[in-house]
């Protein structure tokens, strides 16, 4: 009978959706979404199962070997991949990080490089292969880093927020050098290599330049018509057609397809309609990147670690080492306590994601020869699959090493533990900058936490004191000097954090008074049970000022209004 299956690539959709739906939710208990998929499609590849194909004919239904299909495939991966750390990023935000993003983080980028690409070098390989080995080496893996900081609730600490600008300024690179990685692989011959990156150059600075001033003049009134027709479907439409029309665009002027998409990401971040898009395409873009990091997993020809398993494991080491010693002397150099320095740097020292993207494009350009290509996408994959437990070694020399300091040191605390009398707002959303705002206007000392890096970064720029931290933590609050505080106020918008914070704290320090923001009457009786000062639920006195303004429509008098409001308050 013949086969009814005419859909292309229809076996290995529904391979990837048993990966993407079943094999990775397991592994993640134990791995991270990146390894596992990197890990299944090893399994699943023809170096893998592909293998043992031939011996065993049932196995070849579970391997996908049409590897340039699934790549073509995967490769917009790559572009939602950068249009959503586009989408991430705002010249704002970049801006009041700029110490340690454009410092700090393009130091470590530019000096691992350096490092990294003369040991390539000295190792044999030409210098544009050195230059594509030092550059995609020197930055680490963002999803396997930020992933193990919001596991381990790192990410709000000094250690979390120093990781992240350098994460940061690593994703900025990533544009860079893939472009600087395509010229070098499309110059010609008779033309040198710094006349073809000039002109390359100023080809781009054109498109980004016209693709941004257009971007500017017509995203918003596109999103806007868009979003008021009320379909879900024509805005989704919209989005895909702005990553990819922009990606096409710059793809079509011999530019890399993910700049472009890029670009499409930074003009909506500048947009009121930036999270609604980041909800709408983050599905899509993490099934996408399964795939490619999929992809990535079957194109390593693990046989490759069995023939030099001594040299493969002496490279790994020696990446690690040289990027974790560079990472510590930079942290350093930039005033970082040295067990922060110690945690950050060796939590940063692994290759990344981006390592795949960018060998696998040398390889593709013939900047780099296939054996060079592979081992070292090796070498990436086992620093990463490394990488937890080299986090918690880290953590565990930094506890050592600032025992050490506190036993040498012990009148060496923070330098704001004097401060007392202020008032700690817990959340500086709508409710927090209120109240911040009417103590401001009181000259009332405070101090806000907001788990949102954008808005501590854009309210420190502002001069507000605004810290980054989650503020549902008792740790976070006894950091902030909760127990010498006139009052904390918590704001935060989930129930839940708040009853159990409102408890913590009420153990924790039965002095300090406690007034609470609760949803409704029944949260704010559990909160007042629970130890709070005041608990003030936000539909009750909602309702009360639309009575207010309903009874003086009515003609009813100012006084006896607030009478009657402070009676149904009472």
Known sequence: MESQLHIPYLREVILFLVVAGFAVPLL?????????????????????????????????????????????????????????????????????????????????????????????????????????????????????????????????????????????????AVVPILFIVGVLGTVSEGQGVLGGLALALGEAAITV???????????????????????????????????????????????????????????????????????????????????????????????????????????????????????????????TPIHRAVEAGLLLAQAGEFAFIVVGLAMSLDLLPGSTGQFMLIVASLTMVLTPGLAGLARKLADRIENRQNERHPDAVDQMEDMEGHVLIAGFGRVGRMIASILDREGLPYIAIDKDPIIASEARASGLPVRFGDASRLEILQANHVRQAAALVITLGDAKNTELLTQRMREAAPHVPLFVRARDKEQADRLTDAGATAAVPETVEASLQLAARLLERCGLDDEVIQRRLQLERA
């Open 28 to 172: 993640q208990r134990r791995v991270s979404p990146v390894l596992g998929y990197l890990l299944i499609g090893g399994l699943i590849g023809p170096y893998g199962l592909g293998l043992l194909a031939e011996a065993f004919p049932l196995a070849a239904f579970l391997v996908i070997d049409d590897l340039d299909g699934v790549r073509a495939l995967a490769e917009i991966g790559v572009v939602f991949l950068l249009f959503a750390i586009g989408l991430e990023l705002s010249l704002d935000r970049l801006w009041a990080m700029r110490r340690l993003v454009f410092g700090l983080g393009s130091a470590q980028i530019l000096l691992t490089g350096v490092v990294i690409g003369g040991v390539a070098y000295a190792w044999g390989n030409s210098g544009p292969a050195a230059l594509v080995l030092g550059a995609c080496l020197a930055l680490s893996s963002t999803a396997i880093v930020m992933q193990l900081l919001i596991e381990k609730s790192r990410l709000t600490t000094p250690v979390g927020r120093s990781a992240f600008s350098v994460l940061l300024m690593q994703d900025l």
């Open 209 to 335: 330049v016209v693709i941004y001033a257009v971007g500017r003049l017509v995203l918003r009134p596109l999103f806007r018509a868009t979003a008021q027709s009320g379909s879900r479907e024509a805005f989704m439409a919209m989005i895909l057609l702005i990553v990819l029309g922009t990606a096409a665009i710059t793809g079509a002027v011999g530019l890399s397809m993910a700049l472009g998409a890029f670009l499409a990401g930074l003009l909506i971040a500048e947009t009121e309609y930036q999270h609604q898009v980041e909800v709408d395409i983050e599905p899509f873009k993490g099934l996408m990147l399964g795939l490619f990091f999929m992809s990535v997993g079957m194109g390593i020809d693990w046989r490759v670690l069995m023939e030099t398993p001594l040299l493969i494991a002496a490279s790994v080491i020696g990446l690690i080492a040289i990027k974790a010693v560079l990472n510590v002397s930079l942290f350093l150099l930039w005033k």
